[in-house]
Nanobody, 120 residues
Framework: QVQLVEFGGGLVQPGGSLRLSCAAS????????MSWHRQAPGKERELVAF????????MYGDSGKGRFNISRDNTKNTVYLQMNTLKPEDTAVYYC?????????????WGQGTQVTVSY
């Protein structure tokens, strides 16, 4: 059974930091590109960060450039999102995504989401 389980969300003050984790199981983790997306009330879901299967390439959405860092540990089947200098605008539900669009099998899995609230 495929599972993506997210940890680390919560309340943090502006300027603070938070580290999200996503533990994956039920598929070959090292074949999957991993990403973090977020969705705030009234807004569309947006890409936050992306990382290729072995971690060689990362990409960031505009919201995370210069402040966020995505990484992965394929020995632990886990992807991380380190968020620094958090702003109230970062408040959203953050989702972990596993996708394979080259090779086989193809898939697109999502976690349940974890709430991040940046506020005093």
């Amino acid at each position: 059974q495929v599972q993506l389980v997210e940890f680390g969300g919560g309340l943090v003050q502006p300027g603070g930091s938070l580290r999200l984790s996503c533990a994956a199981s039920g598929f070959t983790f090292s074949s999957a590109s991993m990403s973090w997306h977020r969705q705030a009330p009234g807004k569309e879901r947006e890409l936050v960060a992306f990382i290729t299967p072995t971690g060689g390439t990362t990409m960031y959405g505009d919201s995370g450039k210069g402040r966020f860092n995505i990484s992965r540990d394929n020995t632990k089947n886990t992807v991380y999102l380190q968020m620094n200098t958090l702003k109230p605008e970062d408040t959203a539900v953050y989702y972990c995504n596993a996708v394979r669009r080259s090779g086989y099998p193809r898939y697109d899995y999502w976690g349940q989401g974890t709430q991040v609230t940046v506020s005093y």
